[in-house]
């Protein structure tokens, strides 16, 4: 989690958000039917919009993924994706099985 974003993903407001979004998604992958894991937010949240309710707590920005398709979302935007995946919170981490051999 990047450091400018902790106070809103620690948020009462997230919180709440994530798991009633949750729950009206029955707990399911919304793309695979999965166990999600992740309320994914479809525009990504940067500094200049994490203060802004219609795109951090707007359900039409909401998603809920399993680990695998957030991870598939998230590696298609990446120049060099291979090697890379995130962990369960969603952070960007480095796979041991791809790590490059120097």
Excluded at 7 to 25: D, G, L, Q
Excluded at 33 to 40: A, C, D, E, L, N
Aim: glycine letters at 4%; aromatic letters at 8%; hydrophobic letters at 30%.
């Amino acid at each position: 989690m990047q450091k400018w974003a902790e106070k809103f993903y620690k948020s009462k407001a997230w919180e709440e958000t994530r798991k009633v979004y949750y729950i009206s998604r029955f707990g399911l992958c919304e793309r695979c039917g999965k166990p999600g894991s992740i309320v994914h937010h479809k525009i990504r949240l940067t500094p200049k919009n994490i203060n802004n309710p219609e795109i951090t707590l707007n359900w039409s920005n909401l998603e809920l993924l399993c680990i695998d398709c957030h991870n598939k979302e998230h590696s298609k935007k990446l120049p060099i994706a291979e090697g890379l995946c995130f962990d369960e919170q969603g952070n960007l981490v480095q796979s041991e099985k791809h790590t490059p051999h120097l």
